[in-house]
């Protein structure tokens, strides 16, 4: 067997591996953490548990996180640092999930990622787009 096959196999076994043990967790730094739905409150006090709930759902799903841990996002999280946090290296390939994201959020709130993106961008940035504009989460089955 030639050595690039088996760098390859050995790659293809450690991605394997560390999406069985990682796969659909949010990195370690975000999910340690508590709850954060009193600073979502507190953030957006005129806003609805559940539209809350609904937009960190659909960013979660975005990004292949379990849907269980969108609570510990707070709304001072930058989409980059989740995204650099997931992806420490330049060279790995990504699965497109700020490509995911900027489709859900156009095809659920009808909200154009491009239009407010900048580098720093929170989440709590992008909620406020959504929730100052009066925006509702259509629903898609």
């Known amino acids: 067997m030639a050595s690039s096959t088996i760098l390859l196999i050995c790659a293809l076994i450690a991605f394997a591996i560390w999406a069985i043990k990682d796969g659909g967790r949010l990195p370690k730094a975000f999910r340690q953490r508590s ?3 009193a600073a979502w409150m507190g953030a957006f006090p005129g806003a609805k548990k559940d539209e809350i709930r609904r937009f960190l759902s659909l960013f979660v799903s975005a990004f ?3 849907d269980d841990q969108k609570l ?3 709304p001072d999280d930058k989409i980059l640092e989740i995204y650099r946090a997931l992806y420490p290296s330049r060279w790995l390939a990504d699965a497109l999930e700020v490509e995911t994201l900027a489709e859900e ?3 659920q709130y009808g909200l154009s990622l491009q239009t407010i ?4 961008l929170t989440l709590g940035q992008l ?3 959504i929730h100052a504009r009066g ?3 259509e629903v898609h089955l």
């Open 105 to 107: 959020l156009e095809r």
């Open 127 to 129: 909620f406020s787009h």
């Open 72 to 74: 510990r996002l707070t």
């Open 135 to 137: 925006l509702r989460a």
């Open 35 to 37: 709850c954060q739905g």
């Open 64 to 66: 292949a996180f379990n």
């Open 117 to 120: 993106w900048h580098e720093h």
